[in-house]
């Protein structure tokens, strides 16, 4: 329950899923009360990871501080809150995090590369008081309050390859990289052209995405799990959550979310009058032992 930080510098080049060009990512550890620093080494700029700073949400979560950018954060972020990271610098030298294979299980390779040192200070948790919930239409995100951290997500597609899918996620590292680190991010072909005419997609490839036609999926390794939509969903919806910038206590809840809603579900928590409250993780885990000594 202390702050932990990576052991060792690692790093790693690959392609941009929006933009289609190469970028150097490089992540260093940092000490306790740090907090997750984006920086743009060819621009000279930090980027802190907050709720604020999130200006673009369109098919990827975007950080910005002035002209300064780094797009398709929610999956490497996903992995850094998996292995419960509080403090970390992540150097990219373009704007956009590399996408490796479309999930996070890179992402979860290089972090046991570079090994997880634990830091002589106290995490800090928070913990949701009250529901908090951000509707568009039929569309919803929610949190409540709960003794665990959980993910549920639910999704209705009018695909034959998708449907309707359900998925519970009961958090915790090895949950994580069983059950949710290697779904992928998912796209239509037919949405391609729309999508490379407004600057997006250009990175994309059988390699890094499921790509479904009209009638299923053009990828011919087929699923890596039974509901790999819903888990990829999940995976994003972790990303999202985590630049509060601290360990969440609560259920999430979701029908068709997307990185819009998750954003202002951000928001909201941070805006919203006994929304949550700040627990040192010692403190937590005493409460959490006494309401079950006596439950």
Same mark, same amino acid.
């Given at each position: $329950?202390?702050?932990?930080?990576?052991?060792?510098?690692?790093?790693?080049?690959?392609?941009?899923?929006?933009?289609?060009?190469?970028?150097? $990512?490089?992540?260093?550890?940092?000490?306790?009360?740090?907090?997750? &620093?984006?920086? !743009?080494?060819?621009?000279?700029?930090?980027?802190? $990871?907050?709720?604020?700073?999130?200006?673009?949400?369109?098919?990827?979560?975007?950080?910005?501080?002035?002209?300064?950018?780094?797009?398709?954060?929610?999956?490497?972020?996903?992995?850094?809150?998996?292995?419960?990271?509080?403090?970390?610098?992540?150097?990219?030298?373009?704007?956009?995090?590399?996408?490796?294979?479309?999930?996070?299980?890179?992402?979860?390779?290089?972090?046991?590369?570079?090994?997880?040192?634990?830091?002589?200070? @106290?995490?800090?948790?928070?913990?949701?008081?009250?529901?908090?919930?951000?509707?568009?239409?039929?569309?919803?995100? !929610? &949190?409540?309050?709960? @003794?665990?951290?959980?993910?549920?997500?639910?999704?209705?597609?009018?695909?034959?390859?998708?449907?309707?899918?359900?998925?519970?996620?009961?958090?915790?590292?090895?949950?994580?990289?069983?059950?949710?680190?290697?779904?992928?991010?998912?796209?239509?072909?037919?949405?391609?052209?729309?999508?490379?005419?407004?600057?997006?997609?250009?990175?994309?490839?059988?390699? @890094?995405?499921?790509?479904?036609?009209?009638?299923?999926?053009?990828?011919?390794?087929?699923?890596?799990?039974?509901?790999?939509?819903? !888990?990829?969903? &999940?995976?994003?919806? &972790?990303?999202? $959550?985590?630049?509060?910038?601290?360990?969440?206590?609560?259920?999430?809840?979701?029908?068709?979310?997307?990185?819009?809603?998750?954003?202002?579900?951000?928001?909201?928590?941070?805006? %919203? @009058?006994?929304?949550?409250?700040?627990?040192?993780?010692?403190?937590? %885990?005493?409460?959490?032992?006494?309401?079950? %000594?006596?439950?």
């Amino acid at each position: $329950m202390k702050q932990k930080t990576i052991n060792k510098k690692v790093e790693l080049v690959g392609i941009g899923l929006h933009k289609g060009v190469p970028v150097k $990512m490089v992540l260093e550890p940092l000490e306790a009360d740090s907090g997750i &620093i984006f920086y !743009r080494s060819d621009l000279g700029v930090s980027i802190p $990871m907050k709720p604020q700073n999130v200006t673009n949400t369109t098919m990827a979560t975007v950080l910005s501080l002035g002209d300064a950018k780094i797009s398709t954060i929610e999956h490497l972020l996903s992995a850094i809150y998996a292995y419960g990271i509080d403090n970390l610098k992540i150097s990219v030298d373009n704007e956009e995090i590399p996408i490796m294979d479309g999930s996070a299980i890179g992402y979860c390779m290089l972090l046991d590369e570079a090994g997880i040192r634990v830091l002589d200070a @106290n995490k800090k948790v928070m913990a949701i008081k009250k529901p908090i919930e951000v509707k568009e239409g039929d569309k919803f995100v !929610r &949190i409540e309050p709960s @003794n665990q951290t959980i993910f549920d997500f639910s999704i209705d597609f009018p695909h034959p390859a998708i449907k309707q899918q359900k998925y519970k996620f009961i958090f915790s590292k090895q949950n994580y990289k069983e059950e949710i680190a290697r779904a992928r991010t998912f796209g239509f072909l037919q949405e391609v052209n729309y999508l490379r005419s407004i600057g997006l997609g250009l990175g994309g490839n059988l390699n @890094n995405c499921i790509v479904l036609d009209e009638n299923g999926i053009l990828n011919k390794e087929g699923l890596r799990y039974k509901e790999e939509f819903v !888990r990829h969903k &999940i995976l994003d919806a &972790i990303g999202d $959550m985590a630049i509060l910038g601290m360990p969440l206590l609560g259920s999430y809840v979701s029908f068709a979310g997307s990185h819009k809603l998750n954003a202002l579900l951000t928001q909201k928590i941070l805006e %919203e @009058n006994g929304a949550y409250e700040l627990v040192e993780s010692k403190e937590l %885990e005493k409460s959490l032992e006494l309401s079950q %000594e006596f439950a």
